[in-house]
């Protein structure tokens, strides 16, 4: 599959807009590797092969194992590899993923209050939105893997 444009220059002021929204995850709380879970395990429910090319080798650059990456979409089969606040994290990305099934429940929300304030919860929520939307537009313009 083909390309089918380049956003940048199509809709250089929103893609300008996109770029400011992932520059401003830059300065937040999450490490490298909490953003790149987020990353993943939200373009696996989006099914954006693009994004998970870019993050799964990203994730690998940044320390993560293959077997913590390889069992992300079982995650909650495999916790005990993944600690109490990355299952909370893993479970905002897929409530927010699905925003349609019912949302980021109060239930999850709950937890999330126990490892984070609202101003890292804003910013867990501003991560998962920013990857959503460059999943959007990577399978809508058939952006290649590796590209």
Not at 8 to 35: D, I, R, V, W
Not at 37 to 65: P, V, W
Not at 112 to 131: G, L, P, W, Y
Request: charged share 20%; glycine share 4%; hydrophobic share 45%.
């Amino acid at each position: 599959m083909s390309a089918r444009f380049n956003m940048a220059t199509a809709h250089a002021t929103a893609y300008k807009a996109m770029l400011g929204l992932e520059g401003s995850l830059q300065n937040s709380f999450l490490n490298p590797l909490q953003k790149e879970l987020l990353k993943i395990r939200s373009s696996q429910i989006n099914a954006c092969a693009f994004c998970l090319d870019m993050h799964t080798k990203d994730a690998l650059k940044y320390g993560e194992t293959p077997q913590r990456i390889f069992l992300l979409n079982a995650w909650r089969e495999a916790k005990e590899l993944y600690t109490e606040e990355e299952q909370v994290l893993l479970m905002m990305a897929e409530e927010i993923t699905l925003i349609n099934q019912k949302g980021l429940s109060e239930e999850t929300y709950q937890q999330a209050k126990k490892f984070f304030d609202e101003s890292q919860i804003a910013q867990i929520i501003m991560a998962v939105v920013t990857i959503n939307a460059w999943n959007r537009i990577a399978i809508s313009t058939h952006l290649p893997i590796g590209g």
